[in-house]
Structure formats: structure tokens, C-alpha cells
């Protein structure tokens, strides 16, 4: 059995948008055939963010949600602090730059001389020492029903994205039990992540009963920033790095990847999953998704 193409996006909080202007262009070309052939392609703009008066970073986006992403980019380089009083954050499109204004005067030059290129498409950049303020990180240990992750899949590969549309980008949902909540995409799966972690921050929503899913791999940065959220479990339909598991098992991550149909693997957090389904029961991906995923 097969999946139907698509999914009714209104349970969502957010929801892709695809046809949304600026996020793609048609671009002509010629095929395997010799044939002339128009695509969509994502587009890249760079987004300059500010802390009060200082300039942190200039990062690739796609350019949606922009305020999203300061913050939450922000607040998962410790640079917000979680009883900070944020007075004003304003974008300016014309000069493709974020200024987030908080009560407390900030300075961080120091932190901005260490620099780690991370392994995030786009090159993502992770400021100070990767690891600060993860050791007394102990993450709440939730059960996690399978029946909860199968659903979750099925219910994200179906729902028109520009993953889907164009491809070359990734996507993070953010999730409660078996709903898809907010879902946000961009060429670097840390954009992507540092937006769901701006919605969060600007709605004051919770962290300890979410689940994070991502398109991308799950890396030693795409934990830690999940780990920094508060959130307990990260799921994927790609792989592992090893730092990233190990990083997982320290602060009680549950860590499952390769989640394409009826198949997954659970590196962390074995202990925590509840297998309420046969996994034959669960429907085959869909042939779409499969062969867009081949081409990322």
C-alpha cells in the first residue's frame, strides 16, 4: 500500500509554503536526453543578525521567518539568556538584516574569536566552545510510543514542501506525540532548527514533551542544539555521526535515525520507546519522497 500524495496542512501551527514568492526560481536547463527542462531551484540570500549594537553573524537562509531565526540562532549560541527581556527585534528587507534588542547590555567579542565551522549544509557556525553549558544538561526521560514516530513520518512526507517541490534544503518539525506542529525549512538544517528554536522562544512554548524531527543527519551540532532546547527526543529519516550519539547518551537523548517506512534505528533511549505497533503494519513510503530523497 501507498501513501496519498498529499496532506491537509491545517492541523499545523506552521506549515511549508512552497509556492510562497522569493523562495524559489525557475531556472531552464537541458537534460540526460539533450532536452530543454525547467525547474524549480531554491533561492539563497544572506541574513545579517545583530545583538543590540554588536554584528554576530551573516548567515545563507532561504529568507523566510527571518526574525525566527535570529532568535532562535541567538539562543542556541548562549547568547540570549533564558531571563533575558527582549525589547525589539526588527527586520529590515532592504538591507537583509535582524537587530534583536534585549534589556541587558551584551558584548560577546570574545566569544566571536573562536569560531566552528560545523558539518551543516550551508556551513553552519557554531561561536565559543561547542560543548558550553551542556554538562548540566539532563534531558526528562519521556516514553516515546512507535506508533507516534510511523505517524509522524507518514504525516510529514506527505505535506507539500519545498523539500518536495525543489529539493537541495532541509526541514525540522517540531512535534507533541503524534502531531506535526511547526515546520520550518531552509538550505542548512541549523537554520532550520534555529527558527523552530525563534517560535519557540517568541510563543513560550514548552520543550520537555516535544519531539524533533529533521530531514538532515544527526550530527553533533543538530544535538546539541536539540539537547540546549530542552527537547527529549530527536528523530530522523537520515544517519548517525558517532559524536552525536555519544553526545545523545550523556544527557539522555532519545536519538532515532533512518526512519524511512516502516524501518528505524534508536542509538539512545532504547529504554524509553514503547512499541505499541507491528512495523508490517505500517504503510511503505511513498515512491515521491523516495526518489527525492535520492537526489539530496
Known sequence: ????????VSDYIIAPDPGAARLTRAVEGVDQNGEISQISVVEERPLT???NSQEIVTAMTIGDYPEYLALGFLRNQGMLLTDDQITQVDYDDDLETVIVRTARETSY????KKKTRTSGCAVGTVFGDMMEGLEDVRLPQVQVRTSWLYDLAAKINRTPSLYLEAGAIHGTVLCHEDRPLVYMEDVGRHNAVDKIAGWMLSEGET???KILYTTGRLTS???IKTAMMGIPVLASRSGFTAWGVEIAREVGLTLI????GQRFVCLSGEDRLMRDVDPASVAVEDKKHRRKSAQQ
Open 257 to 260: 535515525g533512518r526512519m524511512r
Open 1 to 8: 500500500m501507498q501513501l496519498a500524495k498529499e496532506l491537509d
Open 49 to 51: 543578525i545583530f545583538l
Open 221 to 223: 551540532e543538530m544535538v
Open 109 to 112: 567579542e570574545d566569544k566571536l
Open 207 to 209: 520543550a520537555e514533551d
